[in-house]
Structures are given as C-alpha cells and as structure tokens.
C-alpha cells in the first residue's frame, strides 16, 4: 500500500506550500528543534474518524514524511466511556488506511496519567492549583461572561497543605462524583475565558477503557494536552482553529512546570457542503437508526467512504488540493467526488451492467449462437488489456435506454431506430410486445447488421447513439445500491426552528436495486472491488457480499458537476 510519503527523497520541494509547512522550514532553518520534525495525530476515541480528520492525518504525517521526521498516533482518552474500544479499533484501522505510518509509536494520553498527577502535585506544592469544592453550576457561574471578569471561588486560597491532603482523598475515591474538582490559580479576571482558573481534574468514578479502575479522577483534555505533547517531544503540535485560545493556556502549564515546550500551530477545520462532520452528530445518525452504522456508505466517515469505494489515494489528492488556511470555511462535496473520480479514472477496470433491465431479442440472430466480442478494460491504462463479453440472441438492455415514443432529441433506441450495441453490432428496434393487461413494455424485437461485427460499419454510416447491454442467458444477477447526498441542504448543521439537523435528512438518500444483471467477468468479484460500470458510474463491490449474492455501492456517478461548476465560473483549477 502506498503511504503518506513524498515521491521523491528531495525533501523541501515535495509537499504541497502552506503556512504550516513554511512555519516548519524556517524552524529547521534556525535549528529550533535540533532539526527534528516530530508531529502526532491525537484523536479522542469517542467515535469514528472522518473525512475532516483526514485532513489533519494527511497534514501532520504528511509534514513528518516530507522532513525525514517522525508522526505519532496518540489517543487522547482523558474521558472514560465503555465503548471505546471498539473507537480504538476503528480509528487505528483508518489511519492506516490513509496511509498514515506511526511506525510503532502509538501512545494514550491515560499512559501519562500517572506523571500527570505528580505534576499536578507540584502545581499545588506551587501555589498553582487548589481543590474547589463549588459545584459544576457554581463553576460556572463564577466564570463570569465575555464582558464581566469572574468571580474568584471561596476555596481559592486554602493552604497547599490542604489541597494536597483534599487532592490526595480525591485520589482515592473518598468524594461523590462532581463534589470537588482540582482548578489551576490562573487568573479569574482574564480576557481569555480559559484562563479563568480551569477546572484540572474532576472525580468520575467510571471505568476506563484501558486504566480500568485504577483512577477515579481524570485529568481534563486542557490539562493533558500540552503535557503528552511535551512528554512526546512534540515539535510542531498542529491543530484546529479552535483551539487557537486555548494555547495560552497550555503554554501556561508547560511554563509552570518548566517542561519541554512544543509550538502549536491552529489551522482550519475542514467543512463540507451537504455533510456533518461532527462525531457526536454522526453518533446520533447511527444510534437513532437514520444510517445503518458508522461504515454506512452514506457516512461521511473513513470507513463509510472505504466501503463506498473511495480510494485513499483520492482522499489524499483531495487533502493536497484544499491545502490548509488561518480562516474556516466550506468545500464543495462536489471537488471531493472530482477527485474520487479522477483516481478511479485512471485504476478502474470498465465493465458492462444493466441496472433496470429491458429484454430486447434479435430475431435475425441464430438460435444457439454465442460469440465472444472483444472489450477494452480501460481506455486510460493499455495494460489492463481486453476480455471476452458473450452475444447472443437475448440481451438486457437499460429501460431508460429505450422509448416507445422518443422525445425530442432523444437518440438511443425507440421503433425504426438504429444504434450501435458497444463492442457488439448495430442493432434496429422493430417491434415492441406489451402485457395485454397492463400496458408495460415487456421485452423489444430487433433486428441486427451482421456486418456491424464488433460495432462498426464497413459502409461508414453513422448512429447517433452507443448503449451497453449484457446476454441475458450469460448475465449475473446483483444487488445495487444507489446513493444521493445524505442532507438536503448545503449546510446541515444550520437547523430548521424548532428542530435539529435530522430535520435535513434526504429520504431518498438511499436506492436499493435488486434486479440489476451484469456481464459474467464479474462473477466472483471481491469485497473492496472496484470498476466502472460503462455509462453509469463507478461501482464498488459490497462488504457484506457473497458468492451468491453480489451487491455493489455505487461510489460517484459519472457526471463531474465539479468540472462543470469549474467551466462556468471559472475559477481556478485545483491543484492536484
Ligand atoms: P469532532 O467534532 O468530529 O468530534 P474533534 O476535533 O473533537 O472532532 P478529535 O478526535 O479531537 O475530534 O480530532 C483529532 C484531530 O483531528 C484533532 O487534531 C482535530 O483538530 C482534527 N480534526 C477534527 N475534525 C477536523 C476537521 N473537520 N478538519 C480538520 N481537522 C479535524
Ligand atoms: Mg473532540
């Protein structure tokens, strides 16, 4: 598999230029860090990755491969919950997936809990830190707001003596959840909310997913952050905007510890037209049954887009394109889907399918004859090569491929009408035989120009339309699935009054086709496949399938609505 490595070892000239990147080149150019590049990818284990954090994987692993420098993976679970494990699992597999190598080095901030709370023993033993016996809500409303300072907590100036003693009972489960909490002595009439004497530890008498129930106080996130950087050698400890006001806060710990301080550097969140890219809403997708799990093909997840058909290497020329910038902003889904489509271009072997079949019998064609015609695999890569696609007398063809009464500029078959059947023969409709009862077309008749072998006339004439089709006694059945945006609108996390963004929701994100009827090279196709199915789209063969029941996700269709957006307003090509 290919990783997140540059193509060639020329570092410096390989990556794609951001302020990131050149903030990096000028720290190895003043030798900051000894010439170390260190990053980390550090994901809360509270749900499944998405395409937003692939951003983030191809940033900070990216960078490290680029400067010879080194990418940790590290979960930051400073929250207990019982199903994180399951979230390990998933995001471990994701990541690598994208291609991010952590070369062994994967940490858990609960690793550190340990000197965590040593540290924060001498933050007491300092005079920084004092255990607070005001509620949540109290907490809270002493912060103060925006525009009013806050108000200091009466247990603010307790003696270290009784901080250590209260935090080391803390420690050892002598208090109710909730009833007191470690604070840093920061500064209660700060600008900066954050630094308003921030809550450091709180009780929470949970089980961990890997410390069990050794601790029945947690560090906070704020708290853990900037230590487990410190404690990896973290270099360059890149983030998104939002914690832009955070990092003086972290910067205050590492300060007062007097520990070994990496630099952060805030960058946008990656925002999608039409998608959420929020764990916690797509946690409510999943349990309120709206998808039918995290890998639903729907998802805007790692593994959704996985079993969808994304390939990483269309993910990653993604990333490279949007680049990275100081303010958020919002990406077209469409740009996502170019790219999908451009790597599948290249990769995807092309294949004949009908996905709502119309039987059309040539009555001119021999009985029993069956020939083997001659079928490019795909016109992009001359390695792939060719396969045999059986003809015979019975064939499907798309409904939507035929009109009994065809409209103005319609060019495929209707009665009288001559097209050309590809790598087959030209084909003329002549007659068309309906249910006496209903009135529904059952099957066409046609006849066929034996001349036109492989689907080209020796007298040069001409047809205005090429369609596909499979013999219906050599075609295989599948199952498959169609997919539109999972939201209505552009910007789903903007809720309707009165409602959340499930109000959005697209009921026909989903079409599930179980007639379809396929060319038989298919048969046999594996889990994770992918081809183009001739005219139709990009296809990708389901997780679930089995030798007896083929079912494919259709990946993008193949319309490029990106490159048309990009013709009309011209704007500028995105890089790739
Ligand atoms: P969510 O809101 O989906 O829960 P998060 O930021 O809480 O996201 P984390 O697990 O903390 O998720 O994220 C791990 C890393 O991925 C962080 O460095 C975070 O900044 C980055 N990240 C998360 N979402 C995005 C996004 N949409 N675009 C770019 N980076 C992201
Ligand atoms: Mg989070």
């Known amino acids: 598999m290919s990783t997140l490595k540059p193509e060639t070892t020329e570092t410096q000239t390989t990556g794609p230029s951001n302020f990131v990147r050149d903030i990096i080149l000028e720290d190895l150019k003043t030798n900051k860090y000894g010439g170390r590049v260190h ?7 509270n749900g499944y990755l998405h395409i937003g954090h692939a951003k983030s994987i191809n940033l900070n692993f990216g960078l490290a491969a680029e400067f010879g420098g080194k990418c940790n993976l ?3 679970d400073t929250n207990p919950s019982k199903e994180e494990t399951e979230y390990v699992d998933s995001i471990i597999e994701d990541v690598r997936w994208i291609g991010g190598d952590w070369e062994g080095r994967l940490f ?3 690793d550190y809990f340990g000197q965590l709370y040593e540290w924060a023993v001498q933050l007491i033993k300092a005079g920084k830190a004092y255990v607070c016996d005001l509620t949540a809500a109290q907490v809270r409303e002493y912060r103060g707001t925006l525009t009013e300072p806050g108000k200091q907590s009466p247990w603010r100036n307790r003696s270290v003596e009784e901080n250590l003693d209260l935090f080391e009972r803390m420690k050892a489960g002598e208090f109710p959840d909730g009833s007191r909490t470690l604070r840093a002595k920061v500064d209660m009439a700060s600008a900066n909310l954050n630094m308003r004497d921030p809550v450091m530890y709180r009780i929470l008498h949970a089980e961990h997913h890997r410390t069990g129930d050794k601790w029945c106080i947690y560090p906070m996130y704020d708290y853990t952050h900037g230590e487990s950087d410190s404690i990896e ?3 360059h400890s890149i ?7 955070h990092r003086p806060l972290y910067d205050w710990y590492l ?7 990496p630099q952060q550097i805030e960058f946008d969140r990656l925002n999608l037209t039409y998608t959420l890219l929020s764990k916690r809403k797509l946690l409510t997708l999943v349990q309120d049954g709206h998808v039918s799990g995290w890998n639903d093909p729907r998802m805007p997840t790692i593994s959704g887009v996985r079993r969808r058909g994304y390939t990483p290497e269309a993910i990653r020329n993604f990333c490279r394109a949007i680049g990275v910038s100081k303010t958020n902003g919002s990406i077209e889904l469409s740009l996502l889907e170019h790219y999908v489509r451009e790597d599948l271009n290249q990769r995807a072997p092309r294949v004949m399918a009908v996905l709502r079949p119309l039987r059309v019998v040539i009555d001119n064609y021999p009985q029993d004859q069956v020939e083997e015609m001659e079928a490019i695999n795909n016109p992009e890569d001359a390695s792939a090569g060719s396969r045999k696609v059986p003809f015979s007398r019975v064939l499907y063809i798309e409904q939507e491929d035929f009109r009994e009464d065809p409209p103005k500029h319609y060019f495929r078959l209707s009665p009288g009408r001559e097209v050309r059947l590809r790598y087959g023969y030209f084909i003329t409709c002549t007659g068309v035989v309906k249910d006496a009862k209903t009135g529904a077309i059952e099957e066409i008749h046609c006849t066929y120009d034996p001349a036109t072998h492989g689907g080209n006339a020796p007298d040069g004439r001409k047809v205005k339309s090429t369609i596909h089709w499979v013999s219906a006694a050599h075609a295989i059945d599948a199952e498959v699935r169609l997919y539109e945006n999972l939201f209505l609108v552009e910007n789903p996390n903007e809720a309707p009054e009165g409602k959340d963004f499930t109000a959005h929701l697209n009921p026909h994100s989903l079409e599930v086709l179980k007639g379809a009827k396929l060319e038989p090279s298919l048969r046999g196709a594996a889990p ?5 199915f001739e005219r139709l789209g990009y296809f990708c063969v389901d997780a679930v399938t089995t030798p007896q029941s083929l079912v494919f996700n259709r990946t993008v269709a193949l319309r490029d609505t990106f490159a048309k957006i990009e013709k009309a307003q011209r704007v500028d090509a995105p890089r790739t």
């Open 74 to 76: 590290r979960f930051d």
């Open 39 to 45: 990053t980390r990818f550090p994901p809360e284990p």
């Open 528 to 532: 994770g496949s992918r081809y183009q």
């Open 255 to 261: 300060d007062q510890l007097g520990i070994y301080h």
């Open 239 to 245: 983030c998104t905007l939002e914690f832009e006001d």
């Open 108 to 110: 858990y901030a609960s």
């Open 233 to 235: 050698g973290i270099t």
